[in-house]
């Protein structure tokens, strides 16, 4: 088991090495954002809109009714994909106390792919499309999957990569407070 994470860890770290490559090759168009603004702990979670697979758009930024797990992913990693299933049954289980936003990074990852990625995990949370990887960008994030923890106040509690399924549910826990 733990070859295979190490082996499945090397993969996606490769993996993200092309996925950042191609978010910093967008051209001369891009806005530079500035080393210093990117997301820290209990700092306000960058706002953005995107719109979902179910067709709805769904706001990112500022007070909430419910804390949110935010989840950067692609289909073609395999780090995510180890990650998929307790993301949906953690989701399951707390869904009444906490949103889970998945947010593909739809701009490097095909889109018949990752509908089925996501039907064969059975996400029953939204699942955002970043076809333009702006949402990627405002969060800077150097690896897949990572995941922002955003309090009730719409601030980032906790950032995190691949975790087991327990420490990911006691994350979980200390952020919707059980």
């Not at 706002?47 to 804390?67: E, I, W």
């Not at 990693?77 to 307790?86: K, N």
């Not at 949402?135 to 906790?158: C, E, H, M, W």
Request: charged share 20%.
């Amino acid at each position: 088991m733990n070859r295979n994470r190490i082996v499945g860890l090397a993969v996606g770290l490769l993996l993200t090495g092309t996925l950042l490559y191609h978010l910093g090759s967008r051209g001369e168009d891009a806005a530079v954002v500035p080393a210093d603004a990117a997301p820290r702990l209990n700092m306000a979670a960058p706002s953005f809109q995107l719109t979902a697979l179910d067709g709805a758009a769904y706001q990112v930024g500022g007070p909430r009714d419910k804390p949110l797990m935010l989840n950067f992913w692609a289909s073609w990693c395999g780090p995510c994909e180890e990650e998929a299933p307790a993301l949906a049954s953690l989701y399951d289980k707390y869904k009444d106390k906490l949103d889970l936003y998945a947010v593909n990074l739809t701009g490097n990852d095909d889109f018949d792919q990752m509908k089925a990625f996501a039907t064969q995990y059975k996400f029953h949370f939204p699942v955002l499309l970043d076809y333009k990887l702006e949402a990627a960008q405002k969060y800077r994030f150097q690896v897949i999957p990572t995941s922002f923890l955003i309090d009730k106040n719409g601030n980032i509690v906790d950032v995190l990569n691949l975790l087991t399924p327990e420490e990911l549910e006691k994350k979980l826990q200390k952020l919707i407070g059980i």
